[in-house]
């Protein structure tokens, strides 16, 4: 059921790695010393030992990843070699063998690698263990001369990605001056920015826009540093959750989650993040799937139809209406015209929207206290027409409005236009179908609900 899930997203991206991944060894080569699993262990780093990774197991990996199509990213061991100096920081060179000969390995298995990753939130001040700047770089420089002599017979090479850890302004700049053009391709960073998921208070976070716009400082601060200090390099948050230890129980795997996920994916995007990866697919409050019976949570639909519907290019928008809107715009994927990404964090304000262009896209936004308050019934009604009616679709837009099942947003089923999503008898994804509305009705935006909105012929320069 899971690889069902993972192939829905095809090409899905995995990052493997994590806490304990600076300190595992990889069982190839002269590794010298028995290949053991983590145990925990008083005074290690996160309360453990020491871990091995055993080829079988990779293998067994790679079988899985070959059958969903997934695209891998592999965190490397940074801390291997080096020794603790004082509190948190670690000193001394990277030993490199290790990770040379399981590179070595991967390649002779034909195992296809989309980027080797030098380390886990080790950057600045750390995450349980750091390691200066001018150290980090110079074994990233190392890393990079690893990948260019076992892949110099390959038509592919890895990209080199790096730090993997929580952005810190003047960490990140000597970064890149050190490693210079041509060796740090990815500057990759973490982001749990509704804090510890034991908050009390983490709805009102989810729900609160000023808190979730706080985040827009590290995104515009990250991208300043990268075009001042290393322009050549992209971005990518490769592990965020929302609220850090695993999440918040019986919040981060219900609907409302969905109001920090879709607000941040459409966030990254405006400040160009390639990639934006979850914490996590399985495991913890924050999975995407329920980790005893892979049913998707609401989260794993909210992700799904924005792979399915949000293009790469973003559009402008501007707006006069209530900051509890949140929007985005993209050209849509795969099509012409455009996709509007609508959240509604008001408890008690539907909206009626109209979008217009006018070189670049704009709209005008009407509030309502509760015109709308029909509209459910309304959703229901017009699901027995969808697909069945043939006209123009010029004259249409496609709507697609999210909502928690008997309105309590921390449900862990979503609606999709009224309509419950499961698993269908033979444990697929359902189909995703929006309603068809004429450009000329009304746009309702309801209270406490998220709106996927296609306009097919939308007017857009930049979609052309």
């Keep these: 059921q899971s690889i069902r899930c993972s192939v829905a997203f095809r090409p899905l991206r995995i990052r493997i790695g994590g806490s304990l991944q600076d ?45 969903t199509g997934a695209i891998i990213s592999f965190g490397l061991n940074a801390l291997h070699g080096r020794h603790k100096i004082k509190n948190k920081v670690w000193g001394g060179p990277w030993n490199s063998t290790n990770a040379h000969d399981f590179i070595s390995y991967t390649i002779s298995k034909g195992y296809k690698i989309e980027a080797w990753e030098f380390g886990n939130e080790l950057s600045g001040t750390g995450i349980g263990a750091s390691v200066s700047a001018d150290t980090y770089a110079k074994d990233v420089v190392k890393l990079n001369e690893i990948v260019d002599a076992l892949y110099k017979n390959s038509n592919k090479k890895p990209s080199i990605m790096a730090p993997g850890g929580f952005f810190e302004q003047g960490w990140f700049a000597k970064l890149l001056k050190i490693t210079g053009p041509g060796t740090l391709n990815t500057v990759s960073h973490h982001m749990y920015n509704l804090g510890a998921g034991v908050d009390h208070h983490l709805i009102e976070h989810i729900l609160d826009p000023y808190y979730l716009s706080k985040v827009s400082k590290t995104f515009s601060s990250l991208s300043q540093t990268i075009q001042q200090n290393g322009p050549w390099a992209s971005v990518w948050v490769e592990k965020s959750g929302g609220a850090f230890n695993s999440g918040g129980f019986h919040v981060s795997d219900t609907f409302v989650n969905s109001f920090w996920y879709l607000d941040q994916l459409g966030m990254a995007a405006a400040y160009n993040t390639k990639v934006y990866c979850r914490q996590t697919l399985v495991g913890g409050h924050y999975s995407l799937l329920n980790t005893t019976t892979f049913v998707p ?62 070189s670049n896209l704009k709209q005008n936004l009407q509030q309502t206290s509760d015109g709308a308050s029909s509209f459910v019934n309304s959703l229901k009604r017009s699901v027995s027409w969808i697909g069945s009616e043939v006209t123009d679709g010029s004259l249409f837009r496609e709507e697609y409005h999210m909502s928690p099942k008997d309105g309590d947003l921390q449900s862990k089923t979503m609606l999709l236009n009224g309509i419950q999503l499961q698993l269908t008898e033979k444990e697929g994804i359902p189909n995703l179908q929006p309603i068809r509305s004429r450009l000329s009705s009304p746009l309702y935006i309801s209270s406490l609900s998220i709106s996927f909105i296609v306009f097919p012929n939308f007017d857009s320069p930049a979609c052309a």
Excluded at 41 to 67: I, P
């Design 297 to 358: 949570n609401p989260d794993y639909y909210s992700a799904l139809l924005w792979h399915r519907l949000m293009g790469k290019t973003v559009l402008g928008v501007t707006t006069t209406a209530s900051p509890y809107l949140r929007y985005y715009a993209h050209c849509s994927k795969g099509r012409a015209g455009i996709t509007l990404l609508l959240i509604n964090m008001s408890n008690n304000t539907d909206f009626i929207v109209k979008a217009r262009s006018r």
């Design 23 to 67: 300190q595992v060894l990889y069982d190839v080569g002269n590794l010298g010393s028995p290949c053991h699993s983590f145990f925990k262990m008083k005074g290690g780093l996160f309360g453990f030992s020491k871990g091995c990774l055993n080829m079988d197991r990779w293998d067994a990996l790679n079988n899985l990843f070959s059958k």
